[in-house]
């Protein structure tokens, strides 16, 4: 019994337990942090660029908020997420073998 808690309390991100993902659920947990990554930044950097444009009397286009803002966000937090997750699921089929 102490066993089983001490594995279950030792894979855990921000709380939620990891130790039951195979290979396929933690790489999909991966890409879906960096999927809500690029969404969530692209969200707030159109509307920062809309406010800029309307208050500055600027003329950028929205286009860049994907483009030059959202996109490499994404990108970077999807490899973080992958590697992560990766990371736990190897860590775990290591300790159990």
């Known amino acids: 019994m102490a066993d089983s808690q001490a594995i279950a309390s ?4 921000f ?3 990891l130790g039951e993902f195979g290979l396929f659920p933690c790489l999909f947990l ?3 942090f960096g999927v809500a990554s690029f969404f969530a930044t692209c969200f707030f950097a159109i509307l920062g660029l809309f406010f800029y444009n309307e208050i500055g009397h600027h ?3 929205l ?10 966000v ?3 937090a999807l ?3 992958v ?3 990766f990371t736990f699921w190897l860590r775990r089929k290591l300790s159990h073998n």
């Open 83 to 85: 590697v992560v997750m």
């Open 10 to 13: 030792h894979d855990k991100l």
């Open 59 to 61: 003329a950028i286009d």
């Open 74 to 76: 994404g990108l970077v």
């Open 63 to 72: 286009a860049d908020a994907y483009r030059d803002i959202a996109l490499p």
């Open 15 to 17: 709380g939620i337990p």
């Open 79 to 81: 490899v973080i997420g």
């Open 30 to 32: 991966g890409v879906a």
